[in-house]
């Protein structure tokens, strides 16, 4: 830092700005540091098995790793039930929140109709409820209607999580799609539905398939719902939740990374449609 | 388009709102009666319940320490990102991929990557070691150091949820014309005021809703705490998941549930109402 300021107080503007720029990419590979290194320590981790956890001091070098206590913990009797039913409740919230979100994104997007502010208000209050924490009450509906203990109840919930969320960001890539295009298609003769599904779908499809990893991600890192909803067919983060106290170390850090890997893949998956979609949703 | 078929957008947003009525709005009003009632009769026995539990007091206190650390220090680290990436021209993409990792990290799997770094036999304290600073293994997750396990939790939780926000403010820095940058910049005004005078107003919706966003998630705070810390750092959330699953007490987890949802009100209120969003000088 000394050397730092000595630079720029005697030397030429050219070396003022090279400093600076110094300074930017510093703080800007810390940053990414900060957000890597930590990821990188729990896979040793997770790759390192029972000894790895008392080796003492560590010194963070990817020495006397190995695959096998990875695959030792996926073998554990309910990891890998636990990983297909968070699957199964993330795809339900997935078809759900677009089945339902997508078509309330178009009215949204290409009709002015009564009650539409009020249905806006209500998408954007659900922003200020605590969601999954209405699992609560629902644990005695769910037991009645059968729905307690299931993929599909937790499905439902994570639904609630995700759909606002679609429906906010439909809008805004119907919104996208030219209306003079799908106008066009109708002067050629195309019905309503067949211009949607020949014109816009398309169009918007990307940003349709963005949100369902968005819906995904939302399900997939779902903690406390889907621990309260479930007994027996716990989800991925249920699963790792209640046996958590129980656990040995490396096990734990097994299921941490188990849980990174997919969601790290899909938000990579989606990464150009990130800032707009949140540009979006944050209007 | 809309006059001679009035009822096509009402028939598209109808499944998204029955949907929002039955898992959203009924389980809230289950909840606030499950909270305030007792054996079928208004009573505030519950919540006198909750009052007097040995963990109440701490578990509001905790939350609300959390909240006031964790989420000052996510949006200024956010901000931060956002002005030196808007410097950055090639590499652009990449490191905005890098930032944006923790977003698909749920909050239970953050609190296992820290505990492989915070562990007794862990990275921290094997640096810690290595650079002379202690002589023996210290332990920061217990409950004999408190003050260790909440700067330990701030951490996990500033570590994931700052991509969020950064998302966010990113996409409302690229909102802003460079027209008003550059004119501030021809009238001699440094940095320090571009930032303060000319950015930071023209973010604010954008600011307004991570805010929101972060505020409410961060009542919320559950699973990172209990991987980090189990049962030795109560928090709201934490409380009500232990009253409905290990006391099978649901009356009073639903009083915890009401109180969450009330914070989270009042909190998007109090930012409605400060960061008031004047329309007319949005860019």
Same mark, same amino acid.
């Given at each position: 830092?000394?050397?730092?300021t000595?630079?720029t107080?005697?030397?030429?503007p050219?070396? +003022?700005?090279?400093? &600076?720029?110094?300074?930017?990419?510093?703080?800007?590979?810390?940053?990414?540091?900060w @957000?890597l290194?930590p990821? #990188?320590?729990?896979?040793?981790?997770?790759?390192?098995?029972?000894?790895?956890v008392?080796?003492?001091p560590?010194?963070?070098?990817?020495?006397?790793?190995?695959?096998?206590?990875?695959?030792?913990?996926?073998?554990?009797?309910?990891?890998?039930?636990s990983?297909?039913?968070?699957?199964?409740?993330?795809?339900?919230?997935?078809?759900?929140?677009?089945l339902?979100g997508?078509?309330?994104?178009?009215?949204?997007?290409?009709?002015?109709?009564?009650?539409k502010?009020? #249905?806006?208000?209500?998408?954007?209050?659900?922003?200020a409820?605590?969601?999954?924490?209405?699992?609560?009450?629902?644990?005695?509906? +769910?037991?009645?209607l059968?729905?307690y203990?299931?993929?599909?109840?937790v499905?439902?919930?994570?639904?609630?999580?995700?759909?606002p +969320?679609?429906?906010?960001?439909?809008?805004?890539?119907f919104?996208g799609?030219?209306?003079?295009l799908?106008?066009?298609?109708? @002067?050629?003769?195309?019905? &309503?539905?067949?211009a +949607?599904?020949?014109v816009?779908?398309?169009?918007?499809?990307?940003?349709? @398939?963005?949100?369902?990893?968005?819906?995904?991600?939302?399900?997939?890192?779902?903690?406390?719902?889907a621990?309260v909803?479930? @007994?027996?067919?716990?989800?991925l983060?249920?699963?790792?939740?209640?046996?958590?106290?129980?656990?040995?170390m490396?096990? &734990?850090f097994?299921?941490g990374?188990?849980?990174?890997?997919?969601?790290?893949?899909?938000?990579?998956?989606?990464?150009?449609?990130l800032?707009a979609?949140w540009?979006?949703?944050?209007? | 388009m809309?006059?001679?078929?009035?009822?096509?957008?009402?028939?598209?947003?109808?499944?998204?709102?029955?949907?929002?009525?039955?898992?959203?709005?009924?389980p809230?009003?289950?909840t606030i009666?499950?909270?305030?009632?007792?054996?079928?009769?208004?009573?505030l026995?519950n919540?006198?319940?909750?009052?007097t539990?040995i963990n109440?007091?701490?578990?509001?206190?905790?939350?609300?320490l959390?909240?006031?650390?964790? $989420?000052?220090?996510?949006?200024?680290?956010?901000?931060?990102?956002g002005?030196?990436v808007?410097?950055?021209?090639?590499?652009?993409?990449?490191?905005?991929?890098?930032?944006?990792?923790?977003?698909?990290?749920?909050?239970?799997?953050?609190?296992?990557?820290?505990?492989s770094?915070?562990?007794?036999?862990? *990275?921290?304290?094997?640096?810690?070691?290595?650079?002379?600073v202690?002589?023996?293994q210290?332990?920061?997750l217990?409950?004999?150091t408190?003050?260790?396990?909440?700067?330990a939790?701030a951490?996990?939780?500033?570590w994931?949820g700052?991509?969020?926000?950064?998302?966010?403010i990113?996409?409302?820095?690229?909102?802003?014309?460079?027209?008003?940058?550059?004119?501030?910049?021809?009238?001699?005004?440094?940095?320090?005021?571009r930032?303060?005078?000319?950015?930071?107003?023209?973010?604010?919706?954008?600011?307004?809703?991570?805010?929101i966003?972060?505020?409410?998630?961060?009542?919320?705070?559950?699973?990172? $705490? *209990?991987?980090?810390?189990g049962?030795?750092?109560p928090?709201?959330v934490?409380?009500? *998941?232990?009253?409905?699953?290990?006391?099978q007490?649901?009356?009073?987890?639903?009083?915890?549930?009401?109180?969450?949802?009330?914070?989270?009100?009042a909190?998007?209120?109090?930012?409605?109402?400060?960061?008031?969003?004047d329309p007319e000088?949005?860019?």
């Amino acid at each position: 830092m000394s050397r730092e300021t000595m630079s720029t107080i005697k030397a030429s503007p050219a070396s +003022f700005a090279s400093s &600076r720029r110094w300074l930017l990419w510093s703080g800007i590979a810390a940053l990414c540091a900060w @957000v890597l290194v930590p990821i #990188y320590l729990v896979a040793l981790g997770a790759l390192g098995g029972r000894q790895g956890v008392y080796i003492w001091p560590k010194t963070g070098l990817p020495t006397g790793i190995s695959l096998e206590p990875f695959i030792l913990f996926l073998k554990t009797e309910g990891v890998v039930q636990s990983f297909l039913n968070s699957f199964g409740a993330a795809g339900i919230t997935v078809a759900l929140s677009i089945l339902l979100g997508a078509p309330a994104g178009y009215a949204l997007a290409r009709y002015d109709f009564r009650g539409k502010d009020s #249905y806006r208000l209500l998408v954007l209050l659900t922003r200020a409820f605590p969601l999954a924490i209405l699992a609560l009450p629902l644990t005695v509906s +769910f037991i009645r209607l059968g729905l307690y203990d299931t993929i599909i109840g937790v499905g439902l919930i994570h639904t609630v999580l995700a759909l606002p +969320f679609a429906a906010l960001v439909t809008q805004g890539i119907f919104l996208g799609v030219p209306k003079e295009l799908e106008e066009a298609a109708w @002067v050629f003769g195309c019905t &309503r539905v067949q211009a +949607f599904f020949k014109v816009v779908a398309p169009l918007a499809l990307p940003g349709i @398939v963005a949100t369902a990893v968005f819906a995904f991600v939302i399900s997939w890192n779902e903690v406390f719902a889907a621990s309260v909803l479930t @007994v027996r067919n716990r989800t991925l983060t249920a699963y790792l939740l209640t046996v958590l106290s129980e656990s040995p170390m490396h096990y &734990r850090f097994a299921g941490g990374l188990v849980l990174i890997l997919p969601s790290v893949v899909f938000i990579f998956a989606v990464r150009r449609y990130l800032f707009a979609i949140w540009g979006i949703s944050s209007k | 388009m809309t006059q001679n078929r009035p009822w096509i957008p009402y028939l598209l947003i109808l499944p998204s709102v029955a949907f929002l009525a039955l898992l959203f709005v009924v389980p809230l009003v289950q909840t606030i009666w499950l909270a305030l009632s007792d054996n079928g009769a208004p009573s505030l026995a519950n919540a006198e319940r909750m009052v007097t539990d040995i963990n109440f007091t701490r578990s509001v206190r905790n939350t609300f320490l959390l909240t006031i650390v964790v $989420v000052p220090v996510q949006i200024a680290i956010a901000l931060a990102m956002g002005t030196m990436v808007s410097k950055v021209g090639r590499g652009r993409e990449t490191i905005l991929w890098i930032w944006t990792i923790p977003l698909g990290i749920s909050d239970l799997a953050a609190g296992l990557v820290w505990l492989s770094i915070l562990q007794n036999t862990g *990275y921290f304290n094997s640096l810690l070691f290595s650079l002379g600073v202690i002589g023996r293994q210290a332990s920061w997750l217990s409950y004999q150091t408190p003050i260790a396990l909440f700067i330990a939790i701030a951490v996990a939780e500033i570590w994931r949820g700052t991509a969020i926000v950064m998302v966010i403010i990113v996409a409302g820095l690229n909102q802003v014309p460079k027209e008003f940058k550059e004119a501030a910049e021809i009238f001699g005004a440094g940095p320090w005021t571009r930032f303060w005078r000319i950015t930071l107003p023209l973010i604010r919706p954008a600011l307004q809703s991570a805010l929101i966003l972060r505020t409410v998630l961060a009542f919320e705070v559950f699973a990172v $705490v *209990y991987a980090l810390g189990g049962r030795n750092f109560p928090v709201l959330v934490g409380e009500a *998941y232990n009253w409905q699953n290990q006391n099978q007490n649901y009356s009073v987890a639903a009083v915890y549930a009401v109180l969450i949802m009330i914070i989270s009100l009042a909190a998007t209120l109090i930012y409605l109402k400060a960061l008031k969003v004047d329309p007319e000088r949005l860019p």
